[in-house]
């Protein structure tokens, strides 16, 4: 069955430090991804998209995407989180062609001031 | 440019009993999905309508259905509920079923 992992449950950073977070996904044809973020008391927010092209993708405040097809992966980064980027980090996967969105489990990001 | 609206916010219901959860997709928005989301867990996909019809299935029991009316607003109905239907609910819509507005959930609590 298809799946979404997200292994680091919890990820704690000091202001300014890097931020890498993984997603692995398990279906091998053709996907689109996504990642979306969820801030304290908000509702879930696309942070950004990959669809096709360029397997770099950047999204909102800073954050981008890596798709690499052979390792079935869609990594999260940042050059350097702020505390207000503290939230909920979901990775999603949805088949070309299919309504069903696969959501990994979330990664919960606290940033220390 | 309106976005997506759910009612009510909170709602508490007893195990057995039926639920009607209500959705507004944003303007200009033809499909709509909904999510389970226990505490902890990502969404879980229930379903999703495009132009009134259900286009798609997770993996959740026939007791929950569903209707999208023509102007592309959407009910969740859950019957004879159970202590493991406590959760958030997420409504979505969309214009093209992959990217994904969401509106802020009902928590409904199963007691």
Do not use: M
């Given at each position: 069955?298809?799946?979404?992992?997200?292994?680091?449950?919890?990820?704690?950073?000091?202001e300014?430090?890097?931020?890498?977070?993984?997603?692995?996904?398990?279906?091998?044809?053709?996907?689109?991804?996504?990642?979306?973020?969820?801030?304290?008391?908000?509702?879930?927010?696309?942070?950004?998209?990959?669809?096709?092209?360029?397997?770099?993708?950047?999204?909102?405040?800073?954050?981008?995407?890596?798709?690499?097809?052979?390792?079935?992966s869609?990594?999260?980064r940042?050059?350097?989180?702020?505390?207000?980027?503290?939230?909920?980090?979901?990775?999603?996967?949805?088949?070309?062609?299919?309504?069903?969105?696969?959501?990994?489990?979330?990664?919960?990001?606290?940033?220390?001031? | 440019e309106?976005?997506?609206?759910?009612?009510?916010?909170?709602?508490?219901?007893?195990?057995?009993?039926?639920?009607t959860?209500?959705?507004?997709?944003?303007?200009?928005?033809?499909?709509?999905?909904?999510?389970?989301?226990?505490?902890?867990?990502?969404?879980?996909?229930?379903?999703?309508?495009?132009?009134?019809?259900?286009?798609?299935?997770?993996?959740?029991?026939?007791?929950?259905?569903?209707?999208?009316?023509?102007?592309?607003?959407?009910?969740?109905?859950?019957?004879?509920?159970?202590?493991?239907?406590?959760?958030?609910?997420?409504?979505?819509?969309?214009?093209?079923?992959?990217?994904?507005?969401?509106?802020?959930?009902?928590?409904?609590?199963?007691?």
């Amino acid at each position: 069955a298809q799946s979404v992992s997200q292994h680091n449950h919890h990820v704690i950073l000091s202001e300014a430090a890097s931020l890498e977070l993984g997603c692995n996904y398990s279906y091998g044809g053709t996907v689109n991804l996504f990642w979306y973020v969820q801030y304290p008391g908000q509702h879930l927010q696309l942070l950004l998209k990959y669809f096709s092209g360029d397997p770099l993708v950047k999204g909102i405040k800073g954050f981008e995407a890596e798709f690499i097809k052979s390792k079935f992966s869609f990594n999260l980064r940042k050059p350097s989180v702020q505390w207000s980027d503290t939230a909920e980090y979901f990775c999603a996967v949805i088949r070309s062609s299919a309504s069903k969105i696969i959501f990994g489990s979330g990664t919960r990001l606290s940033i220390r001031p | 440019e309106t976005g997506v609206t759910q009612s009510p916010t909170h709602l508490i219901k007893t195990r057995g009993q039926q639920v009607t959860l209500r959705c507004s997709s944003q303007s200009g928005h033809n499909t709509v999905s909904w999510y389970q989301q226990a505490l902890g867990q990502g969404p879980q996909f229930i379903f999703q309508y495009y132009r009134e019809e259900e286009n798609g299935r997770g993996n959740f029991p026939p007791r929950f259905s569903g209707l999208q009316f023509p102007n592309y607003s959407s009910e969740l109905n859950v019957n004879a509920l159970e202590l493991d239907d406590s959760a958030l609910y997420l409504c979505a819509s969309s214009r093209d079923g992959y990217e994904q507005y969401f509106g802020p959930g009902t928590r409904l609590t199963v007691t």
